[in-house]
T-cell receptor
């Protein structure tokens, strides 16, 4: 158990819909990362938040948005869903030790868009 | 084009054999991490290497970070079926974010 929690574990929805994925980082970790993993793309970095502020953006579509709340939990919002958005979505939190970060991943949310 | 390449992409071996998987890049990383992921689950951190030339051992797993901090290897001795999974390397770019390799899918047959 990494200490990172994600809900829901599974989500099935239809094209055009909007969903929200939730992540709670490990106690004390200020950074939260979101990744998308599909069969043919591997792990793709979407976005990072640090202590409530957006720190870095990766390959995140304009239809997707995220935020980190004062209690440090984070939500990833996916809208106007398309079939190609079906994937595993992972959240990770990180701790800085010395001059490096170490990421710990949650169990993921499997999104299926029908 | 992948910033991090991993080889081989797939590996199927018999229980008891040794194996090495590689993670290569033209970029320099401040640190590099190895993960193992099982189907439908999140990647689980195995090790973080920070210093060029560093070697870390975790039971039957030996990790090495290249002297130039651009590559790494993972060697498994006497592989067991429980080692089966997707092995991912992830490099932390200086002042930037983590980049992941595409992974090596290992299958250890009993």
């Amino acid at each position: 158990d990494s200490g990172v929690t994600q809900t829901p574990k599974h989500l099935i929805t239809a094209t055009g819909q909007r969903v929200t994925l939730r992540c709670s980082p490990r106690s004390g970790d200020l950074s939260v990362y979101w990744y998308q993993q599909s069969l043919d793309q591997g792990l793709q970095f979407l976005i990072q938040y640090y202590n409530g502020e957006e720190r870095a953006k990766g390959n995140i579509l304009e239809r997707f948005s995220a935020q980190q709340f004062p209690d440090l939990h984070s939500e990833l919002n996916l809208s106007s869903l398309e079939l190609g958005d079906s994937a595993l979505y992972f959240c990770a939190s990180s701790v800085t030790s010395g001059d490096t970060d170490t990421q710990y991943f949650g169990p993921g949310t499997r999104l299926t868009v029908l | 084009t992948q910033l991090l390449e991993q080889s081989p992409q797939f590996l199927s071996i018999q229980e008891g054999e040794n194996l090495t998987v590689y993670c290569n890049s033209s970029s320099v990383f401040s640190s590099l991490q190895w993960y193992r992921q099982e189907p439908g689950e999140g990647p689980v951190l195995l090790v973080t290497v920070v210093t060029g030339g560093e070697v870390k051992k975790l039971k039957r797993l030996t990790f090495q970070f290249g002297d130039a901090r651009k590559d790494s290897s993972l060697h498994i001795t006497a592989a067991q079926p429980g080692d089966t999974g997707l092995y991912l390397c992830a490099g932390l770019l200086y002042g930037q974010n983590f980049v992941f390799g595409p992974g090596t899918r290992l299958s250890v047959l009993p």
